[in-house]
């Protein structure tokens, strides 16, 4: 209960639902087994993911149950609620899915799990990059929409009358009133506290762990950007599957994300329509993976000079810092590469001082996140043995 109430404060009405404890013992077992799947190794954890997956979707719909009935209190007692995905236009409004929103929540760490443990137990193939940091990104950012809606501060006017609503269904339930978030009674209501009301609720500060995420959904961006810009110039090439496709190796690497509902799982349709080449120059998409690295390296300072971290959260983030700016340096001098034109042909799409070079990715400095390196292809022998008789 206390872990709903830290990650959502309109939770306090849901709490006081009269099926509110047969819901915490249900949420109790699925809980347990992910703590148990943390003490086993990286192998067995990505296959156990797939297992507990169907418990955590009959928790999102037990929670959206229960939010509907806090919503039908809420609208009997004249409380408007906050709209989902409507962070910014509903400032100061109680979330409508405090239980569902925790449910979502670690959910969408499960997933993110799974896609990051494919990346340490080394699975995916350089041509499945550009989709799995996709996928990794629209995961990170569902869970950041949904850490925005949840978390924010309600406005003062709207969390009296939450107040009095969970003080009457504590009534109701026969159980103690207990200390409401907003600091008011009864005595301090009235004129006083409409002039407070004035202001706009303030935005909860932002934590190290959020902050993290947001970094790790920037450089998941900018790493598949910068794949996607060197596809188009010439440099990174996949040759043609011998045997299925790439709408196949989507379906599988993704297929127990059909388990949930939440978050909605992609589909190759989707990653197709998401990433068409047509839509970007090299240019374009190499200034995009510039600014995402970028920013990333200032959310990641900010993170650890601001806020208290322990030695392994720090040691976590220098790493990802390394990431961040050793990429951003390849996009760079890839970027001013691309500028200059050809020197013998200005026409030519691909610039040559760029050909003879290959990708690859240093996975050494993070298991996840990858440091791309060009590195200079060596000559094939006959190409050497031609150059050898034009020297003769």
Not at 138 to 167: E, M, P, W
Not at 198 to 212: F, G, I, N, S
Not at 314 to 323: I, N
Request: overall charge positive.
């Amino acid at each position: 209960r206390e872990s709903f109430q830290r990650f959502s404060s309109s939770f306090q009405l849901a709490n006081c639902d009269k099926d509110m404890d047969l819901f915490m013992s249900r949420v109790a077992k699925p809980v347990i087994h992910v703590l148990r799947l943390f003490c086993g190794n990286r192998a067995r954890q990505r296959r156990q993911i797939g297992k507990l997956l169907p418990d955590w979707s009959i928790l999102q719909q037990d929670s959206t149950v229960l939010d509907r009935r806090m919503l039908h209190e809420m609208s009997k007692a004249g409380i408007p609620s906050a709209i989902s995905g409507m962070a910014n236009s509903t400032s100061g409004l109680p979330c409508r899915h405090p239980c569902f929103s925790w449910i979502f929540d670690q959910t969408v760490n499960l997933l993110a799990h799974h896609v990051m443990l494919g990346f340490e137990l080394d699975l995916f193939s350089p041509r499945e990059l550009i989709p799995t940091f996709w996928y990794l990104e629209y995961l990170l950012n569902c869970g950041l929409q949904n850490h925005s809606i949840a978390r924010k501060t309600v406005d003062s006017k709207f969390q009296r009358k939450v107040d009095l609503l969970v003080q009457q269904k504590q009534r109701e339930i026969g159980a103690e009133p207990s200390a409401t978030g907003s600091g008011t009674n009864r005595r301090g209501g009235g004129r006083k506290g409409k002039k407070k009301n004035k202001k706009p609720a303030p935005k909860p500060p932002a934590t190290a762990e959020l902050l993290m995420v947001e970094a790790k959904k920037d450089i998941c961006r900018s790493i598949y950007k910068t794949m996607q810009a060197l596809v188009k110039i010439g440099v990174l090439d996949f040759p043609e599957l011998p045997f299925g496709s790439e709408e196949m190796r989507f379906r599988h690497r993704f297929a127990e994300f059909l388990k949930v509902p939440q978050p909605i799982p992609l589909t190759y349709k989707n990653y197709l329509a998401h990433n068409d080449p047509r839509k970007y120059t090299a240019q374009t998409l190499l200034h995009i993976a510039s600014k995402g690295f970028e920013n990333a390296k200032i959310l990641i300072g900010v993170a650890t000079k601001r806020c208290v971290l322990l030695p392994p959260e720090l040691l976590r983030a220098k790493k990802l810092l390394k990431v961040a700016i050793a990429n951003a340096v390849l996009v760079l001098m890839i970027h001013k590469t691309q500028q200059k034109p050809p020197p013998n042909n200005p026409s030519e799409k691909t610039n040559p001082r760029l050909q003879g070079y290959n990708i690859s990715f240093d996975f050494s400095v993070h298991p996840v996140f990858p440091v791309m390196k060009l590195t200079k292809m060596k000559a094939k022998a006959s190409d050497a043995k031609s150059v050898m008789d034009k020297k003769g």
